[in-house]
T-cell receptor
Framework: AQSVSQHNHHVILSEAASLELGCNYS??????LFWYVQYPGQHLQLLLK??????LVKGIKGFEAEFIKSKFSFNLRKPSVQWSDTAEYFC???????????FGAGTRLFVKA | KAGVTQTPRYLIKTRGQQVTLSCSPI?????VSWYQQTPGQGLQFLFEYFSETQRNKGNFPGRFSGRQFSNSRSEMNVSTLELGDSALYLC?????????????FGPGTRLTVL
């Protein structure tokens, strides 16, 4: 069965610090990978996604993620966080044609102004 | 374009009762997925519908069921409620498939079981 692990449940950073959130998945075949974000009081929304091609994917608000197939990882990064990045971040995976998205438990990020 | 809407937004029920939650997808979207969100567990996949057909389901007991109507609106039902069913239930829609399309999430229905 597919599963997604997010290593950090809570992260606290100061503004301008660099961010890296870990995500590993378990599935041996082809997968589609996603990062979703939930800002306080808002709906979950897509941050970025990877289907194929360049393993370095750029998303909204300066976020990027790198797919490393050999490590089954899809880590999220941002060079310099802002207070407005305070949110909960979810990594997700699905199998093409599987119609079932598996989410990680989420990482709560708090950025101190 | 209006977003995904879910009704009701809040529900309080007692153990043993049943509940029906509703989801209206974005106009033109035919795929609807349901998730249960609880603190520390993230989002757990319940089921996905497309053109009134369930294409996949998660590992939930048979008390959890759903359906989709011809206008793509979807409902989920939980019978014989248990305390552990207290959660935020999220609905997400996409044009044809959550595997390849961006999912757009609704605000959720907060269910509390007493």
């Amino acid at each position: 069965a597919q599963s997604v692990s997010q290593h950090n449940h809570h992260v606290i950073l100061s503004e301008a610090a660099s961010l890296e959130l870990g995500c590993n998945y378990s599935y041996g075949g082809t997968v589609n990978l996603f990062w979703y974000v939930q800002y306080p009081g808002q709906h979950l929304q897509l941050l970025l996604k990877y289907f194929s091609g360049d393993p370095l994917v750029k998303g909204i608000k300066g976020f990027e993620a790198e797919f490393i197939k050999s490590k089954f990882s899809f880590n999220l990064r941002k060079p310099s966080v802002q207070w407005s990045d305070t949110a909960e971040y979810f990594c997700a995976v699905n199998v093409p044609g599987g119609f079932k998205t598996i989410f990680g438990a989420g990482t709560r990020l708090f950025v101190k102004a | 374009k209006a977003g995904v809407t879910q009704t009701p937004r809040y529900l309080i029920k007692t153990r043993g009762q049943q509940v029906t939650l509703s989801c209206s997808p974005i106009s033109g979207h035919r795929s609807v997925s349901w998730y249960q969100q609880t603190p520390g567990q993230g989002l757990q996949f319940l089921f996905e519908y497309f053109s009134e057909t369930q294409r996949n389901k998660g590992n939930f007991p048979g008390r959890f069921s759903g359906r989709q109507f011809s206008n793509s609106r979807s409902e989920m039902n939980v019978s014989t409620l248990e305390l552990g069913d207290s959660a935020l239930y999220l609905c997400a829609s996409s044009p044809t498939s959550p595997s390849t399309d961006t999912q757009y999430f609704g605000p959720g229905t907060r269910l509390t079981v007493l």
